[in-house]
């Protein structure tokens, strides 16, 4: 027989989920090192769109600073998976147009998590009920 965990662990992940898309987005074209915390952390990444949100790529991070900012931001292609999301699908033709189509039309909100597997838990449950735009891979 499974173990299953107790309510208390579901209700966790929906406080989280919660807790994440009530944060205020920070555009992209705001965002300075100094903005983000070095911290642990679970973050969804959306596209501006007029007064609605479509939400782009949720991940998990041992630094948001360093992942939204040094890597999705101003990182290459293989550090910043929204990049590479973007070129694949098309969207932009290169790292240089993905940047200037994340910093014209995207913003990213944040929770912190210290543990690394309730950040895993947090990203998996969130990736489950927000179903980005980009981020689930098609399967091997």
């Not at 406080?15 to 642990?40: D, G, H, I, Y």
């Not at 679970?42 to 501006?48: E, F, G, N, Q, S």
């Not at 041992?62 to 292609?77: D, E, F, S, V």
């Not at 940047?99 to 998996?124: P, Q, S, T, V």
Request: with cysteine; hydrophobic share 30%.
């Amino acid at each position: 027989m499974i173990r299953r965990q107790s309510k208390g662990w579901h209700g966790f992940l929906s406080k989280s989920a919660e807790q994440l898309l009530s944060q205020s987005p920070l555009r992209f074209s705001q965002m300075t090192p100094s903005s983000l915390p070095e911290t642990a952390g679970v973050y969804l990444i959306t596209k501006i769109a007029g007064n609605n949100e479509i939400p782009y790529y949720v991940g998990r991070t041992k630094n948001i600073r360093q992942r939204l900012y040094q890597n999705h931001l101003m990182g290459r292609r293989e550090s910043g998976t929204l990049k590479k999301y973007l070129i694949d699908n098309r969207i932009c033709s290169s790292g240089n147009e993905a940047k200037g189509f994340i910093l014209r039309n995207c913003a990213a909100r944040w929770i912190e998590e210290g543990d690394y597997r309730r950040r895993g838990a947090i990203e998996g449950f969130c990736t489950a009920i927000i179903f980005p735009e980009y981020g689930i891979e098609e399967e091997h």
